[in-house]
């Protein structure tokens, strides 16, 4: 008989198979004995090859190659682990060996790996095939799976789908990314400023969950607050009662409300208290149209002015069971809000768990318990009497036998159970000494939530009192839980929090806790005094008269949406269904999340990652970044079903449908492939750049010349007759590389104004421009003048201002036209070409930095070791002319630095923007450190001379420089956007002393007099 081979997905799993088998000869890739062999897989062994493996014309990325879909594709054994794959297919094609054991990770993604290596190398033919499924690790589980593993073909819908699911997404993925990349992605990486070339990264969920976090935030942003004003009543024993407008009032569908239940303006609120006040119960009339009632006693009798009449006396009692147990995706959502875990450190404690046999398989999507579990459970709560933390519950529920109805409750369902029931406790608690902090506490909330299932609901009295004083009506609803149930062991803080202050119906309503083991969180004293309400409602009858003690307005605004944080998205991401607008369509798809348990949080990871969400580490919100909205806006003008939660969600319900047998791959892949080149055609055949470039230049606040470089508008070059095409700073001759006689003439901002393109147009064209308006002198004077093109007997051109019809001109000018100096106009260009060196690494014209004037002296502007420097540059402001501003010696920092340079004597400032907040210095390994104020207004600090400094000094001298600031250093295009429009573009990645990123433009800060005192962080 041949010996029989199991494979495992990881070395660590290996060895737990054959320390249960008793197989213990080691070798390099694998243990054996004369019945076993045991190796693994070291998670991937093939994967699928890029396109330039088919043919190498795919290396370059272009659209006449698009769409890209092979008939077959192709697989390769990933290089670094090519020796274990010798191995692994050579012993599935060893004579000796009989039977495999599939052993992988029993899910999707474990079954997608066993059948790449099944297809690439193949099994030899007669070898029994079988899988092995198990939901722990433990002892027991590894030997039921071994004895009860199912014929492989039992898994062959599965591995279909999980195939299918990695073509979906590297087929959408690579069409996508390649058709918007080529199309839009220069007009991107120049506006995001990216410090390389970056291509559009597009994914099936990636782009939908991009898609959710700008739509949310969009929703932040275009919010209104709307104040309103409450109005309660207090009364003896401590009752507190919210008014609300019902049919009998006085108010009812009056346009002074906000809702039922406040008015949109205080002295409404105070009109109704003025009202209760009045004396007798009859309403009187009133000219705003409000309701009146004139039988005085329709609401009770009352003996003193406002007494109001108990209308109604509710009690009632309710419970609420243990909520259901953790999945991956619960569980991720709970550890985020409590312990400020994103998604993928969650994913990792927990996989941590599972391989100490501590926990049950992590990568779950069911929250319930199979029928079988249920059966065997007392020895998962036999293990957890040895717990200290809930020695005492285990042994509790298992003396009282309340684990015996659990196979027939709620928590056991076979039908909606996949591949995995929940994450529980194995009751193996020998690993929890070598955990850290962190995977006890998570440890402690499985095995809390696991064992909450097994005691009775929690119970409360809940009373609700509706009081009516002259027409108006009063409301207040009080809980208090009588047997805290289920409370005792989720633990303190954990229990239910519902309706803390306000009921869904907008009633004033209070949560008690007697136990003071969960609700009250231990506020010591709140007890007694709701005990003391409780007691006050509970002597009141209907019809009872009760005086108020008095009035309250409570004022009170309406709030944004919250933002996503990483584990509400998930969350998000697992409910995908919900989303959807069209109740048909959503019905179908109810169940349906977009993703898997599996790599939801690594989704969530690579969109941080490449820097289109933002992620806070403190609070784990998560924000669109600069240029994941600039790719949002691409995804949205050309294939917005991308965004769409429906389309994903239902890609992944057909995959789903895979697995279940109903829906035929092929069929499914077809669709797919129409979808994709119905698509990337649709990309390629249309031009979206002006509508792109306007919805960047929103976000930007920087015109569409700096998102569309290279685009020619159809205007010809004053100087040689070529075409003018646009660039990152403005426009400028295509002629500028021509190699026998180079033209350099561009044009960009002049005096702090950008030049549109009309106005462009008709310079060169006609001669002269309209009046253009918003001009600053050097002394940061504004002034309006046209334009006016001359052009020499040599064919050279300049621009100069026209006041011919400006009768306000400069005082400074003495004729008709000025010509433009220096330092007024930044960004045009003569004829001498060498004003714009050649970037290799794009094909459009970068503004030299040697052709920018210093904003503050009009000194030319020169490269150093440093950063970029006036060259009238003196730290000290004593003289000229330094050759050496960016190597000096700093050691002294700032502290030495006179204050009226216009330094600082530290480094700390105090940056915001998205959730960076605090001091936010920064810091460069050559020793250039800057930071930023907050966005709008705040300075731009520096630490050290060549960071930011901004200011004229003594003899002449300048200090004007600018390096690194808050670890970023700044460009050659930043700088001289900076100077010749006084604004950056987008810089990313920006870093606190917290380690927190954030984007920003920087822009000068000046004076009332204009004169530049500074440097600011304006919010990306």
């Known amino acids: 008989m041949g010996r029989k081979l199991i494979i495992t997905e990881k070395p660590s799993v290996a060895r737990d198979f054959a320390r249960v088998f008793n197989v213990n000869r080691k070798h390099t890739g694998y243990i054996d004995n004369d019945e076993y062999i045991i190796t693994w897989c070291v998670g991937h062994l093939v994967e699928m090859v890029y396109p330039e493996q088919y043919d190498i014309k795919y290396k370059k990325w272009r659209l006449e190659d698009l769409p890209f879909l092979p008939a077959e594709y192709k697989y390769d054994v990933i290089k670094n682990v090519k020796e274990q794959y010798r191995l692994v297919n050579g012993f599935l094609n060893a004579p000796e060996v009989d039977v495999v054991y599939w052993a992988g990770d029993s899910g999707k993604e474990g079954q997608t790996i066993e059948e790449n290596i099944r297809h690439f190398g193949g099994v030899r033919p007669g070898m029994k095939e079988l899988r092995v499924w198990i939901d722990s690790q433990t002892d027991d589980e590894i030997r039921r799976g071994i004895a009860e593993a199912r014929p492989m073909s039992d898994y062959a819908?599965?591995?279909?789908?999980?195939?299918?699911?990695?073509?979906?997404?590297?087929?959408?993925?690579?069409?996508?990314?390649?058709?918007l990349s080529v199309k839009y992605g220069t007009m991107i990486n120049k506006a995001a400023a990216t410090r390389s070339y970056t291509a559009i990264a597009v994914g099936r969920v990636m782009t939908c969950v991009l898609g959710m976090v700008v739509n949310r935030e969009r929703e932040i942003r275009d919010f209104v607050e709307i104040p309103f004003y409450r109005v309660l009543a207090g009364f003896a024993g401590g009752i507190e009662a919210e008014w609300h407008a019902d049919e009998k009032s006085r108010y009812g569908g009056s346009p002074v409300l906000y809702k039922d239940n406040g008015f949109r303006e205080e002295k409404d609120a105070k009109a109704l208290i003025a009202y209760l006040k009045e004396e007798g119960n009859t309403a009187t009339a009133h000219d705003d149209g409000t309701r009146q009632d004139t039988d005085p006693g329709v609401y009770g009798q009352s003996t003193e002015p406002g007494t109001g009449i108990v209308e109604s006396v509710e009690r009632s009692k309710s419970k609420k069971k243990p909520p259901f147990l953790f999945n991956l995706a619960e569980l991720q959502a709970e550890c985020s809000k409590l312990f400020k875990l994103s998604p993928d450190e969650t994913l990792n404690v927990a996989q941590v768990l599972y391989e100490r046999k501590m926990t049950t398989y992590p990568r779950s999507d069911a929250r319930v318990l199979t029928t079988a579990v249920a059966k065997e459970i007392t020895k998962n709560l036999n293990g957890l009497k040895g717990f200290a933390p809930v020695s005492a519950a285990a042994e509790r529920i298992l003396s009282e036998g309340l684990y015996k109805g659990i196979?027939?409750?709620?928590?056991?369902?076979?039908?909606?159970?996949?591949?995995?029931?929940?994450?529980?406790?194995?009751?193996?608690?020998?690993?929890?000494?070598?955990?850290?902090?962190?995977?006890?506490?998570?440890?402690?909330?499985?095995?809390?939530?696991?064992?909450?299932?097994?005691?009775?609901?929690?119970?409360?009295?809940?009373?609700?009192?509706?009081?009516?004083?002259?027409?108006?009506?009063f409301s207040s609803s009080v809980r208090l839980l009588t047997a805290p149930g289920y409370l005792e062991i989720a633990g303190k803080g954990r229990g239910d929090r519902e309706g803390s202050d306000m009921s869904a119906g907008g009633q004033s309503s209070r949560n008690v806790n007697v136990s003071g083991s969960a609700e009250d969180e231990g506020d010591a004293g709140q007890t007694s005094v709701k005990q003391a309400v409780i007691d006050a409602l509970s002597k009141l009858k209907k019809g009872s008269a009760v005086v108020p003690a008095g009035y309250e307005i409570k004022p009170g605004r309406t709030s944004p949406p919250k933002r996503y944080t990483s584990?509400?998205?998930?969350?998000?991401?697992?409910?995908?269904?919900?989303?959807?607008?069209?109740?048909?369509?959503?019905?179908?798809?109810?169940?349906?999340?977009?993703?898997?348990?599996?790599?939801?949080?690594?989704?969530?990871?690579?969109?941080?990652?490449?820097?289109?969400?933002?992620?806070?580490?403190?609070?784990?919100?998560?924000?669109p970044g600069g240029i994941g909205e600039m790719v949002y806006e691409v995804v949205k003008l050309t294939e917005p079903s991308l965004l769409n939660p429906q389309m994903s969600a239902s890609w992944e319900k057909g995959l789903d449908e895979i697995t279940n047998g109903i829906v035929d791959v092929k069929d499914y892949r077809a669709r797919l492939e129409d979808y994709i080149r119905r698509g990337t055609l649709n990309i390629a055949g249309r031009d979206l750049s002006v509508q792109i470039a306007g919805e960047i230049e929103k976000l930007t606040g920087s015109s569409d010349l700096a998102a569309m470089p290279g685009r020619k508008p159809g205007i010809p070059c004053p100087v040689c007759g070529g075409e003018l095409v646009t660039t990152s700073f403005g426009y400028g001759c295509a002629n500028y590389r021509k190699k026998d006689k180079p033209c350099g003439f561009c044009i960009g901002r002049i005096a702090g104004v950008r030049i549109d393109e009309e106005d462009i147009r008709e310079l060169v064209q006609q001669g002269r421009t309209r009046k253009l308006q918003g001009f600053k002198s050097k002394t940061g004077r504004s002034f309006d003048a046209a334009l006016k093109l001359e052009k020499n007997e040599k064919g050279e051109c300049k621009v100069v201002f026209d006041f011919a019809d400006d009768r306000t001109q400069d005082r400074n000018n003495t004729g008709q036209t000025r010509v433009v100096s220096a330092g007024d106009m930044h960004g045009i260009g003569s004829t001498q070409s060498d004003a714009i060196p050649e970037d290799k690494s794009h094909d459009e014209r970068q503004l030299s930095i040697e052709a920018m004037r210093c904003p503050i002296c009009g000194g030319r502007m020169k490269k150093t070791d440093s950063g970029y420097a006036c060259e009238n540059y003196r730290r000290d402001g004593n003289g000229k002319g330094s050759d050496d501003a960016g190597s000096r010696d700093d050691s002294r920092g700032d502290s030495s630095r006179d204050s009226s340079h216009g330094g600082t004597s530290g480094s700390e400032g105090s940056g915001n923007s998205g959730d960076s907040r605090g001091s936010t210095s920064g810091s460069e390994s050559s020793g250039n450190s800057g930071s930023c104020g907050d966005s709008n207004d705040n300075s731009c600090n520096s630490s050290n001379d060549n960071s930011s400094n901004t200011s004229g000094g003594a003899d002449g001298a300048c200090i004007f420089s600018v390096g690194s600031i808050m670890g970023r250093k700044l460009s050659e295009n930043d700088i001289c956007e900076l100077i010749t429009g006084g604004v950056t573009p987008v810089i990313r990645g920006f870093v606190t002393d917290k380690g927190e990123t954030f984007d920003a433009r920087i822009g000068f800060k000046r004076a009332e007099n204009g004169s530049i005192t500074g440097m600011r962080f304006i919010r990306a």
């Open 157 to 179: 819908n599965l591995g279909r789908s999980g195939v299918m699911r990695a073509i979906e997404d590297y087929a959408l993925g690579i069409n996508f990314s390649r058709a």
């Open 407 to 473: 196979g027939k409750s709620q928590y056991t369902d076979d039908s909606k159970v996949t591949d995995h029931y929940a994450i529980i406790p194995t009751g193996v608690t020998g690993g929890y000494g070598g955990l850290n902090e962190v995977q006890k506490k998570v440890y402690e909330l499985i095995v809390r939530r696991f064992l909450s299932i097994f005691y009775p609901p929690a119970e409360y009295l809940q009373i609700k009192i509706s009081i009516r004083i002259k027409t108006e009506l």
């Open 567 to 623: 584990g509400t998205m998930i969350l998000a991401m697992e409910n995908a269904g919900n989303l959807i607008d069209d109740e048909e369509l959503r019905a179908q798809i109810r169940n349906t999340g977009i993703g898997t348990s599996a790599t939801r949080a690594e989704i969530i990871k690579k969109l941080v990652n490449i820097g289109y969400l933002n992620l806070s580490k403190k609070t784990q919100v998560l924000t």
